[in-house]
């Protein structure tokens, strides 16, 4: 599926992976909307081409009218990447006891219903639009994670949430197939995001070391480039894709 004269959305655009990815739809000649939260300290992101949204993906009512204002514009709404996510640690049994409900919560509302939320909206707005010669009306790309498969010690709730997120893509990508709409999830390893930076480079290089190879940190751009992958190759539909240099994540 080409970009030119499309529109796409990225969650999470102000930062990390989410900024990358749209810096690279902009770059590929999309037209390029952000939805994030109004807090978030956004990353440089070029002058034309790039909106910026304030939207709470995990507020369904908000997204449904950040897509409709996006969708409504001149050009079709042909791509949809979620990045917006979180990913706090806590015990299922800590030190002050039980784990914290309220956190469970919000981390499965950021992680999971927000992309669904998103999904949803994203590709009944695709289904709208007129399909390209391939009968093809879009694609929607969600983001899991490693830990999905193999997290570590405190990642119950988020491993939770991802794991959910590669489990929504095969049904996701039948539901949608009616519609010429494609749903696929990449699944990242530890990639270099601001979050990262806050470490120490000593702690970062533990980090890396542990990467079958090669052996270093993962860059957004290398995300970002993923995506443009997935969004030129129309046959890539209803799977994961481990980004992660064939790491297997320890226990801890």
Do not use: W
Not at 37 to 48: F, G, K, Q, Y
Not at 233 to 248: E, K, Q, S, T
Request: net charge negative; charged share 15%; with cysteine.
């Amino acid at each position: 599926m080409q970009l030119e004269n499309t529109t796409a959305i990225v969650t999470g655009g102000a930062s990390g992976l989410g900024a990358a990815t749209a810096t690279a739809l902009q770059g590929a000649g999309a037209e390029v909307h952000v939805f994030d939260l109004p807090s978030s300290a956004p990353d440089p992101l070029p002058e034309d081409g790039i909106v910026r949204h304030d939207v709470d993906v995990t507020d369904p009512r908000a997204v449904e009218r950040a897509v409709a204002e996006v969708a409504g514009g001149d050009l079709p709404l042909r791509t949809t990447v979620n990045c917006a996510g979180i990913g706090p640690s806590a015990r299922l049994v800590g030190k002050s006891g039980p784990h914290d409900p309220a956190l469970l919560a919000k981390i499965v509302a950021v992680n999971l219903l927000g992309t669904f939320h998103v999904l949803t909206y994203a590709a009944a707005a695709m289904a709208q639009t007129d399909p390209d010669m391939g009968g093809q009306r879009g694609v929607v790309i969600n983001t899991a994670s490693a830990a999905a498969f193999d997290g570590q010690v405190g990642q119950a709730a988020y491993a939770a949430s991802k794991g959910a997120v590669a489990a929504l893509t095969l049904p996701a990508a039948r539901d949608l197939a009616q519609h010429g709409v494609r749903v696929m999830t990449i699944a990242p390893g530890i990639l270099l995001t601001p979050m990262l930076l806050t470490v120490s480079e000593e702690f970062r290089g533990r980090l890396a070391a542990g990467v079958p190879f090669p052996a270093r940190l993962g860059e957004a751009a290398e995300f970002a480039d993923l995506v443009l992958a997935i969004v030129a190759n129309d046959y890539l539909n209803g799977d994961v894709i481990r980004l992660d240099g064939a790491l297997r994540m320890a226990p801890r």
